[in-house]
Nanobody, 126 residues
Framework: HVQLVESGGGSVEAGGSLRLSCISN?????????LAWFRQAPGKEREGVAA????????TYTHSVAGRFTISKDDAKDIVYLQMNSLKPEDTAMYYC???????????????????WGQGTQVTVS
């Protein structure tokens, strides 16, 4: 399995920005794969936020973050980013990075598609 490590979480006021990073220790991001960010707030189900494939084209976003969040990746550094702007209190959650070793997924925002997960980084918006 691939180890994924997230960073960049923190506390921010509403309207602020954060950039999350997820680095892999064993699966080059340039090979066939799909990467995604999920989040889970206390008492709620895990929710797919954004996903990107190895080509980096046509990223997918859940409706509530479209236009505010941007997923991207740096193949040279094996890092995937989630730039979060115009943050709202309802964005407060633990954010997780996930990976699956294929470009072909039925629903890139469905957690069941993914094999490898990071430990998460907390984002709090007040």
């Amino acid at each position: 399995h691939v180890q994924l490590v997230e960073s960049g979480g923190g506390s921010v006021e509403a309207g602020g920005s954060l950039r999350l990073s997820c680095i892999s220790n064993g699966n080059p991001y340039s090979t066939n794969l799909c990467l995604a960010w999920f989040r889970q707030a206390p008492g709620k189900e895990r929710e797919g936020v954004a996903a990107i494939d190895s080509a980096g084209k046509n990223p997918t976003y859940t409706h509530s973050v479209a236009g505010r969040f941007t997923i991207s990746k740096d193949d040279a550094k094996d890092i995937v980013y989630l730039q979060m702007n115009s943050l709202k209190p309802e964005d407060t959650a633990m954010y997780y990075c996930a990976l699956v070793g294929t470009n072909v997924v039925a629903d890139p925002l469905d957690s069941y598609e993914y094999d490898d997960w990071g430990q998460g980084t907390q984002v709090t918006v007040s």
